[in-house]
Nanobody
Framework: VQLQASGGGLVQAGASIRLSCVLS????????MSWWRQPPGKEREFVAAISQSGRSTYYLNSVKGRFIISRDDARDTMNLHMNSLKPEDTAVYYC??????????????????????WGQGTLVTVSS
């Protein structure tokens, strides 16, 4: 399984940007997925997660109402729509995936240790 994140860049505060993560090597709808970020000089933190079914999502409090996580299994892609960006959103953003069992299709996974597969990261810089 390989994950490829893209879409990062330099934007001004208040702008929007969309990150994408393409999963290859397996069928994406076998996986629950998530986004994480690592701000400069800080530890990696959870941002948002989506269940295999797409029916369940969960967000970091500071991004709730501004970021939207979605998935398009026909394209083996997960997206993160980031709106009203703030300088404190500046970070390297990583996507992650974990294979789930058939009875966990609506479960979101929030712990870093639960994810077996990680993308390489894409940098988002928000200027003030």
């Amino acid at each position: 399984v390989q994950l490829q994140a893209s879409g990062g860049g330099l934007v001004q505060a208040g702008a929007s940007i969309r990150l994408s993560c393409v999963l290859s090597g397996r069928i994406s709808n076998d996986f629950a997925m998530s986004w994480w970020r690592q701000p400069p000089g800080k530890e990696r933190e959870f941002v948002a997660a989506i269940s295999q079914s797409g029916r369940s999502t969960y967000y970091l409090n500071s991004v709730k109402g501004r970021f939207i996580i979605s998935r398009d299994d026909a394209r083996d892609t997960m997206n993160l729509h980031m709106n009203s960006l703030k300088p404190e959103d500046t970070a390297v953003y990583y996507c992650a995936a974990t294979k789930i069992s058939a009875d966990s299709v609506d479960v979101v996974y929030l712990a870093e240790r639960e994810y077996m597969h990680w993308g390489q990261g894409t940098l988002v810089t928000v200027s003030s």
